[in-house]
Nanobody, 110 residues
Framework: QVQLVESGGGLVQAGGSLRLSCVASGITFSSNAMSWYRQAPGKQRELVAT???????NFADSVKGRFTISRDNAKNTVYLQMNSLKPEDTAVYYCYAYTWGQGTQVTVSS
């Protein structure tokens, strides 16, 4: 079955950076789009970024220009590079492809 394992979350000050990783197994990784979502306390889960199998990317307006998404098909891994972090980026970040990962907490202090 599909398994997604995220890592890289943590506590960072506003303006800082983090890179999240998601390792996938159980799928033909190179053939699939991969997405990052986030869910803040009391809010609905929202789409943050998507990368297609051929590398095309899309971002939520709230993160455009600050976040980038990339993939390494040789490692079955998708990354979310988050720069210029803001307190409102605080959330649990989830990787998605057919199923959800367990999530990784990102906390941005002001």
């Amino acid at each position: 079955q599909v398994q997604l394992v995220e890592s890289g979350g943590g506590l960072v000050q506003a303006g800082g950076s983090l890179r999240l990783s998601c390792v996938a197994s159980g799928i033909t990784f190179s053939s699939n789009a991969m997405s990052w979502y986030r869910q803040a306390p009391g809010k609905q889960r929202e789409l943050v970024a998507t990368i297609s199998s051929d590398g095309r990317t899309n971002f939520a307006d709230s993160v455009k220009g600050r976040f980038t998404i990339s993939r390494d098909n040789a490692k079955n891994t998708v990354y979310l590079q988050m720069n210029s972090l803001k307190p409102e980026d605080t959330a649990v970040y989830y990787c998605y492809a057919y199923t959800w990962g367990q999530g990784t907490q990102v906390t941005v202090s002001s």
